[in-house]
């Protein structure tokens, strides 16, 4: 059985940022993956179908969804991350398989056979939605992120900062790629990822009632940005 996790997400500002940072440096670990206080580089292609119905289930509030993405980190090839994200309401499961440089080129070419010479479900489920409903490279989602974690509940506090679409390719590795502000400062993102429930004393840091709480998908605001990027 998958282990599903909550996942509330918010539009927070600049201040209000500035603000629970400070609390959360305090209380919480961060996390292993930051490189300075800014924290990490994430970089992720997403792939859609023909009718883009990820993008647009999104839109209409359907209740089960998914997400396919390759993902790297501080635009290393060093650890490249094959995702799987199901969503159910505001739970979450994502399940993940590392692949090789070679291997993404492969996907780039539209060459999905070698995903089942691998004894995973990721990878079995990655190679039938392409195959059946014809996915391919849709566009490519950048930010910053900051994370702070409790191993209670195993919580996780995640900041995203700068988010950007990439608008001149579809690989994670092109040298020269121009990307496009997504989201405008001073707004950014608070993820408040955790098992069954939040600690009180991190539930009352975080003054989660007092945060704009929304359906925030990176995904659909990183296409609908690059769609205007487009048509001007």
Same mark, same amino acid.
């Given at each position: ?56 289930? @999104? +839109?209409?509030?359907?209740? &089960?969804?998914?997400? %396919?993405?390759? =993902?790297?980190?501080?635009? *290393?090839?060093? /650890? !490249? ?36 010479? @691998? +004894?995973?479900?990721?990878? &079995?489920?990655?190679? %039938?939605?392409? =195959?059946?409903?014809?996915? *391919?490279?849709? /566009? !490519? ?92």
């Amino acid at each position: 059985m998958k282990k599903l996790r909550h996942e509330l997400k918010f539009y927070i500002n600049v201040r209000e940022y500035e603000l629970l940072r400070k609390k959360l440096q305090i209380v919480l670990k961060r996390d292993v993956n930051m490189v300075n206080e800014e924290g990490y580089h994430i970089r992720s292609l997403y792939f859609d179908n023909v009718y883009d119905s990820d993008l647009f289930e @999104k +839109n209409y509030g359907i209740y &089960k969804r998914k997400k %396919l993405r390759v =993902r790297i980190y501080n635009q *290393s090839d060093h /650890i !490249i991350k094959l995702e799987k994200k199901n969503r159910y309401g505001e739970m979450i499961n994502k399940e993940s398989i590392s692949i090789s440089r070679d291997e993404y080129e492969r996907l780039l070419m539209w060459d999905y056979d070698f995903l089942l010479d @691998k +004894n995973n479900s990721v990878a &079995k489920d990655f190679y %039938l939605f392409m =195959r059946t409903q014809h996915m *391919s490279p849709k /566009i !490519i989602v950048d930010y910053v992120r900051e994370a702070y974690k409790e191993d209670i509940e195993d919580v996780r506090i995640t900041f995203d900062k700068y988010l950007s679409a990439g608008i001149n390719s579809i690989d994670i590795f092109e040298k020269d790629i121009v990307t496009i502000e997504a989201l405008h400062e001073p707004l950014m993102i608070m993820e408040v990822k955790f098992n069954t429930y939040l600690p009180d004393y991190i539930r009352d840091i975080l003054q989660l009632d007092s945060h704009q709480r929304s359906a925030i998908s990176k995904y659909v605001i990183c296409r609908e940005a690059g769609m205007t990027y487009y048509k001007q």
